[in-house]
């Protein structure tokens, strides 16, 4: 359900094989990742888990890609500014075929193409580096201002989190992208309330952020970020409504750590979890228990 947006858009509603499609991506990719966790017993599962309805709607049905060649110019380019969810960006580049699910074993482990920070020069697929927060949606901005000198048709979406708002160059980038017309731009706000020392609320209130972004002129949708309807929705919007003037948008997405894991979404301490060897089975099938409806 989109909670508020904008303006209405004239779309019809994503159909259900269509969810259906992206929801079976999702629950892959949180697949994927709780393997990567095991490998090293503890990481940013939580957010992985959160963030995979938001993974898996990008990959599975917005990005124009090349599995066989990521580097491919036509490409669309997809910016995790965070480098702490490699571990959920890892797990969509699994599904997309870009990284091969095998090679997941070998997350965070020495001579990985796979760390535990997003890093560019590792891994096919990753555009940008991350580690220090703040900065890629400013590099989204080069890019798509770049892409269009060229004359190229490739969009850029930048996937951020609430704890990255707190960076004042997210709001120099977001007039920028204004300023300059970038309907081609897309970002996507991880919202799971949390910013690694505790709640967003406590920490550094961000909200109201709806407003925040409506004031800085981008087509604003707020939406509950593990709903995958809602989530396809929001792009449809976006395609129809924002885009073909030139007016960058992006989708606040609500969303809980750990989802589809009911033992991981009510664990404290969220932001780096350790889980124990023999929780792990649990967590999977706790997983595809809610995957497939058949959850006590
Ligand atoms: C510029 C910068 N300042 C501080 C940090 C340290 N840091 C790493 S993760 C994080 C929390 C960021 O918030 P969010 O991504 O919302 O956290 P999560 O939801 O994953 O808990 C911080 C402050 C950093 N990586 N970069
Ligand atoms: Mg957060």
Request: hydrophobic share 40%.
């Amino acid at each position: 359900m989109t909670l508020s947006s904008t303006e209405a858009a004239p779309v019809s509603a994503p159909t259900t094989e269509r969810i259906d499609r992206i929801r079976a991506a999702a629950y892959r990719i949180r697949h994927n990742a709780l393997t990567m966790g095991e490998v090293q017993g503890q990481g940013y599962v939580g957010q992985a888990l959160g963030a995979a309805d938001m993974f898996a709607s990008v990959y599975a049905d917005q990005l124009t890609y090349r599995a066989e060649d990521p580097h491919w110019e036509g490409r669309d380019r997809f910016l995790l500014s965070t480098g702490h969810y490699a571990i959920g960006h890892y797990a969509a580049l699994a599904e997309a075929g870009i990284v091969p699910v095998a090679e997941l074993e070998t997350y965070g482990s020495d001579d990985s193409r796979l760390p535990m920070s997003g890093m560019s020069t590792y891994t096919p697929g990753m555009e940008i580096s991350g580690g220090s927060l703040g900065h890629g949606l400013t590099i989204a901005v080069g890019m798509a201002l770049g892409l269009r000198l060229q004359g190229s048709a490739s969009r850029v979406i930048n996937f951020l989190s609430d704890g990255e708002l707190d960076e004042g160059s997210t709001w120099e980038a977001a007039m920028g992208a204004h300023h300059h017309q970038l309907g081609h731009l897309t970002a996507m706000v991880d919202i799971n309330a949390l910013q690694a020392d505790g709640a967003t609320d406590t920490v550094l209130r961000t909200e109201p952020v709806t407003e925040k972004w409506e004031s800085f002129g981008w087509y604003t949708q707020r939406v509950d970020g593990n709903d995958v309807g809602a989530l396809l929705a929001a792009f449809d919007n976006i395609a129809a409504v924002a885009a073909p003037v030139g007016r960058p948008s992006v989708i606040l997405c609500d969303t809980k750590v750990g989802r589809g894991v009911p033992l991981l979404e009510t664990r404290e301490k969220a932001h780096f979890m350790r889980i124990e060897e023999n929780e792990w089975q649990i967590c999977r099938e706790q997983l595809t228990a809610g995957y497939e409806g058949t959850a006590a």
